[in-house]
């Protein structure tokens, strides 16, 4: 929560100055994050803390920023609810497999967040995409 903290205004100023780009970073810190805890270094471990506060600073504070840049006052509401929402369950469901991975193999919770960054950062950057044209 300290690096959430110390993060987030920095962050913010990266979301004022290059938009939803900024939320790029989000999945690239995230893939770092189980490779490092897995060490049981302390070393490796604060690292990983660090990016875990970045993570989480994009997304209060970015990912937020974001949607009331995208929606028109009007949606906004619904669209912080389906952002909450989709959130929460993609945590929870995230959080099951990670158990689940954890009594198989640790590895195999490196390749399983791997993939899912690469995946999401994907889909995000098909996103950003999509609404540059919309808006331009």
């Not at 028109?72 to 995230?94: C, D, E, H, S, V």
């Not at 954890?102 to 993939?115: A, G, P, Q, T």
Request: charged share 10%; no cysteine.
């Amino acid at each position: 929560m300290l690096a959430d903290g110390l993060l987030a205004f920095p962050i913010g100023l990266i979301y004022d100055k290059f938009g939803l780009v900024s939320l790029i970073f989000a999945p690239i810190f995230s893939i770092l994050i189980v490779p490092l805890l897995l060490t049981q270094n302390l070393i490796a471990v604060s690292i990983a803390s660090v990016f875990w506060g970045a993570v989480m600073a994009i997304y209060e504070s970015n990912a937020r920023a974001a949607i009331a840049d995208i929606l028109p006052q009007n949606k906004r509401a619904i669209g912080y609810g389906a952002f909450g929402l989709t959130f929460g369950i993609a945590w929870m469901l995230g959080s099951a497999i990670y158990g689940y991975l954890y009594e198989i193999s640790k590895i195999s919770m490196i390749y399983f967040s791997l993939i899912a960054e690469i995946i999401a950062l994907i889909f995000l950057l098909l996103t950003i995409a999509k609404i540059k044209r919309k808006f331009d």
